[in-house]
């Protein structure tokens, strides 16, 4: 089984950036794909954006279309989500998850979630 790893959420203000990474170990992403969602205290976990392992097929959630993108290093095994112009609904816990099918199915490999705080 596929096992990840999130980092880098922390502290920002509205309009600031952050770069998170999800390191992947395990199976190896052949033709799957990996995506990012997040969970704001009190709120249900939430779609943010998806990428194809192989080809970089991406798709984001209009909440974050513009402002974030979602991209890989195959090589590296890692998954990356550049979040800009961060708004303080944005806070949340952020967790990367892998499928086996590119473009649908259940995301049934988790990571344990960074933490992402946005002040006004």
């Known amino acids: 089984q596929v096992q990840l790893v999130e980092s880098g959420g922390g502290l920002v203000q509205a309009g600031g950036s952050l770069r998170l990474s999800c390191a992947a170990s395990?199976?190896?992403?052949?033709?799957?794909?990996m995506g990012w969602f997040r969970q704001a205290p009190g709120k249900e976990r939430e779609f943010i954006a998806r990428?194809?392992?192989?080809?970089?097929?991406?798709y984001y959630a209009n909440s974050v279309k513009g402002r974030f993108t979602i991209s890989r290093d195959s090589a590296k095994n890692t998954l990356y989500l550049q979040m800009n112009t961060l708004k303080p609904d944005d806070t949340a816990v952020y967790y990367c998850?892998?499928?086996?099918?590119?473009?649908?199915?259940?995301?049934?490999?988790w990571g344990q979630g960074t933490q992402v705080t946005v002040s006004s």
């Open positions: 990428i194809t392992w192989i080809g970089g097929n991406t």
């Open positions: 998850a892998a499928r086996r099918n590119p473009l649908t199915g259940p995301y049934d490999r």
């Open positions: 395990g199976r190896t992403f052949s033709s799957g794909s």
